[in-house]
């Protein structure tokens, strides 16, 4: 069964301590699902996050169970049984064979220009980014900075994602997009939900576009919808607040980007 290999953490705050990043290679992809999630480097660290590992493995192992099981979508699998998650580095020519590319903590993030030319490349040819987890005016900033070296902003600018986006009912009808704590900020607040205060109270919704219309770029900002993944066997009150919608907004996202 795929709920026998859910992914449980341990009571810590979303900060990787795993071993090496699994890399993907050509073997992994044979026409399945893989989930791909995009590996940078930091020029900063912020709290809570750890950069381009922020929820991983257990995001990735986790989605890619639940994926499978309400979806029907077939999911790659390891040889012993568990999803073939892979991370990626943004020059590989396997992120061609990713629908979606999933990024966390992009805050920190900086782009070579390598690195530019890859992800713009694979942007404009038809995939599909979600970056998620990274909080307050400060890493806004930097994103935005970023990513439009790579998509520059007066051909492609980031706009307001409305809530009746074809994206938020690919599948299940959600209705909004909700403010998601990691667990750690939830049990040290007694429930908060904005992990840097008036800084980021409010959820960001925002993407880019192609010339179709298309959406390439997806930014939830102020949210950490991972960690109702990551977190999902952790506390029970935690999953029944947050992971029912966190799985539907992922299995939305995906299910567009494999559309579209």
Not at 23 to 37: E, P, Q
Not at 113 to 132: C, N, Q, S, T
Request: hydrophobic letters at 35%; aromatic letters at 14%; glycine letters at 12%.
């Amino acid at each position: 069964m795929y709920a026998q290999r859910i992914w449980v953490g341990g009571p810590g705050g979303g900060f990787w301590r795993g071993g090496p990043p699994k890399f993907g290679v050509r073997g992994d992809f044979d026409g399945s699902f893989n989930y791909c999630r995009g590996f940078f480097s930091s020029i900063a660290r912020e709290a809570g996050g750890s950069g381009w590992g922020t929820d991983y493995p257990g995001a990735d192992n986790n989605f890619s169970v639940r994926l499978a099981e309400l979806t029907l979508v077939r999911v790659r699998l390891n040889p012993d049984g568990q999803p073939a998650h892979v991370v990626l580095r943004l020059t590989d020519p396997l992120l061609a064979r990713c629908p979606l590319l999933f990024m966390e903590d992009v805050g920190t993030v900086k782009f070579d220009d390598e690195e530019i030319r890859a992800l713009r490349d694979y942007l404009l040819k038809g995939g599909f980014l979600w970056v998620d987890d990274f909080w307050g005016s400060y890493a806004w900033e930097r994103w935005v900075g970023e990513i439009g070296r790579v998509l520059p902003p007066h051909q492609y600018p980031i706009a307001d994602i409305p809530l009746e986006h074809p994206i938020m009912r690919t599948l299940y009808d959600v209705k909004r997009m909700p403010q998601v704590p990691s667990i750690s900020h939830w049990y040290r607040s007694g429930g908060g939900t904005s992990e840097r205060g008036a800084d980021s109270a409010i959820v960001t919704f925002k993407g880019i576009r192609d010339e179709k219309g298309r959406l390439m770029i997806v930014m939830t900002h102020n949210t950490d919808i991972a960690d109702t993944w990551e977190r999902e066997g952790d506390n029970r009150e935690y999953f029944d607040r947050f992971s029912p919608e966190g799985y539907a907004i992922g299995v939305n996202f995906i299910l567009y980007a494999m559309t579209h």
